[in-house]
């Protein structure tokens, strides 16, 4: 045997062997330094510590999982584990493995037409949220992800140019949300996926959470695959009270369920959020009126301004989003007597008046005032305290359109002149669906000069006095319990006459309460039949002879009503035989 030949061989050997632990330590040292990339640019986004490789480890291992809240898509909030999204796709991934969890399962019923929405505004097709699938296996083919560590609440921004919107659709459910979730802290932090620019409002989002808000468009800077490692999805529609008029007309939601106790503790985080004391109360008392600076103007807003003043022997004073800081108008609005503007979003602001000032409500001519009410509602949603009064200009001659504007600034050129002529002659905008009805904005954006008279008797009809906050006690409704220790007993005369002889105690929490007012009602219903017959006594026994039979089986209900219209729930169902 050829020794030189043996020892070639062996050396090519030893350094094959060496070569490929060499490819094999590089190939290990690039996965280190890429991991330590992805680390850092993890760390990059958030201050919490993170394990890049056991995170990645779970990822391919556990996969996605989703736990939601809401049998319907329009109230289903969901909670995610390993929730991915692809900047390149602009798509949510849920990577399926033998460990996933997906609740509800619902296969394609997901996509009819959506798993939920992903802004407060109900059902809206431009705020749906969905996911696309894959095997946790195809991780490998993908780009490294990116870890979040950061638990986050990703929703939508449904407008945020509008003060409106941002308190109504945005600030509010972002915050009763996070309330309802306990991990959902100051230290959870926003992702807003609309695709909305910041706006000029952004800053009211950032009171949200100690961390700054992330935009659709900033995730491409942070890479390619983003994975979350615990997110919930979607906004609590539970503090809305306005609908726009997407499939009728614009109103009040059908089922309101805020009061403004829930308003009021809304507003007092967010004004110690900007620093302002509750406590700083003025000893003067003042009117503000809200000024706008663009469009629906008040023609003759000095005069209306020292008008008040004399009839109210108040100082008033105007504010205007463009010329005060947010802090300021907040501050003013929260010690303010009675605040004055022509419709429009910046309107929402009454939320911050104390109990007992009063909104007017200004509206041009051929605007009604019960056709366009979100600042009604809001006002008038028990626990606000708030007067509310509405004022239209009735006048022609009082205002000022601008039918050569743009139309989404009131204009109405492009339309052919029949039309132009009919909305021109038009004494009311007939009720319509958003958003875009060219009466309706023609109305929006003129200018009114304020018929100050008018205005005066109409605010005195409801402020007959000096108008100004009052400390008002707790105004909620309470609602008695069931009643207790209900019986009853039956007593027979011969074969045609009957008597139920029927007795309870009072609720129990009704010995802790102040009412006025307090009543039972009592159902008396024949065993088979599906007919009832309903008393109001104001005792706590009764003995019942009417339409008594013997030797019959009946089922009695019995509940307690205070002040007339808070009804109590209906005790055990009482089964009483003569």
């Known amino acids: 045997m050829n020794i030189a030949a043996v020892f070639n061989a062996l050396l090519v050997s030893v350094l094959t062997a060496v070569l490929w632990k060499y490819i094999k330590l590089r190939e290990h040292a690039f996965m ?15 201050q919490v510590q993170i394990d890049y490789h056991a995170a990645l480890q779970a990822l391919v291992e556990d996969g996605t999982r989703m736990v939601c809240t ?53 059902d809206h097709n431009t705020q749906y949220f ?60 926003l992702f807003f996926m609309e695709g909305w620019s910041e706006g000029v409002h952004f800053d009211l989002y950032k009171l949200l959470s100690n961390k700054q808000p992330l935009l659709r468009e900033q995730l491409k800077t942070l890479g390619r695959l983003l994975c979350f490692t615990k ?10 009270w306005y609908q726009y008029g997407f499939v009728q007309p614009q109103g009040p939601k059908a089922n309101i369920l805020v009061s403004g106790n829930e308003i009021r503790q809304f507003t007092k985080f967010m ?48 504010v205007s989003l463009e010329e005060h800081s947010f802090s300021d108008i907040v501050r003013l609005i929260s010690n303010a007597s009675m605040l004055v503007s022509m419709h429009g979003a910046q309107l929402v602001m009454s939320l911050f008046l104390p109990r007992g000032a009063t909104v007017v409500e200004l509206f041009p001519y051929a605007i009604n005032p019960e056709h366009y009410t979100p600042y009604k ?26 039918p050569d504007r743009p139309w989404d600034q009131g204009g109405i050129a492009h339309l052919d002149k029949a039309e132009q002529e009919r909305i021109i002659k038009s004494t009311e905008v007939p009720r319509h669906l958003c958003c875009r009805n060219p009466e309706w904005l023609f109305r ?23 108008p100004g906050p009052k400390k008002q006690k707790w105004s909620g409704s309470l609602y008695p319990g069931k009643v207790r220790d209900a019986k009853c007993q039956a007593s027979v005369q011969g074969t045609s006459e009957a008597k139920l002889a029927v007795s309870w105690q009072i609720p129990w929490n ?50 307690c009503i205070f002040n007339k219209n808070l009804l109590g729930p209906f005790a055990d169902v009482l089964l009483c035989s003569t």
């Open 271 to 318: 004004m110690q959020k900007l620093n302002i004391s509750l406590e700083e109360s003025s000893s003067e008392e003042y009117i503000v009126v809200f000024s706008r600076t663009v469009n629906r103007l008040i023609l003759n807003e000095a005069e209306l301004i020292l008008a008040l003043a004399q009839e109210f022997q108040m100082k008033t004073i105007t």
């Open 32 to 46: 280190v330094e890429e991991e330590l990339v992805l680390t850092r640019q993890s760390q990059e986004l958030s």
């Open 70 to 122: 809401g049998r319907m898509h329009t109230d289903r909030i969901c909670r995610f584990e390993s929730l991915c999204y692809s900047t390149e796709a602009e798509e949510f991934v849920y990577f399926h493995s033998n460990s996933s969890v997906m609740l509800p399962n619902l296969g394609s019923r997901r996509f009819q037409p959506a798993l939920l929405d992903l802004s407060s505004v109900e």
């Open 444 to 466: 929006a954006y003129q200018d009114t000069k304020v018929n100050i008279p008018s205005l005066i008797h109409v605010i005195r009809q409801t402020v007959k006095s000096k």
């Open 377 to 402: 509602t809001l006002a008038t949603l028990p626990g606000m305290d708030l007067q509310y009064i509405a004022w239209q200009n009735t006048d022609r001659e009082d205002t000022v359109t601008y």
């Open 130 to 189: 969905n996911f696309v699938e894959l095997p946790a296996a195809a991780l490998k083919f993908m780009p490294k992800p990116v870890f979040v560590p950061d638990v986050a609440l990703i929703a939508n921004r449904f407008n945020p140019d509008n003060l409106m919107h941002v308190f109504h659709d945005d600030l509010l459910p972002i915050y009763y949300t996070m309330q309802q979730f306990s991990d959902l802290d100051l230290e959870a932090r």
């Open 510 to 559: 009704l010995k802790y309460l102040k009412v006025r007012e307090v009543k039972y009602e009592v159902w008396i219903q024949e065993q088979g039949e599906n007919t009832y017959m309903p008393y109001i006594l104001s005792h706590q026994n009764h003995t019942f002879s009417e339409n008594i039979k013997p030797f019959t089986i009946y089922l009695v209900w019995i509940r």
């Open 231 to 240: 997110s919930y999805v979607g906004l609590s529609k539970i503090t809305t």
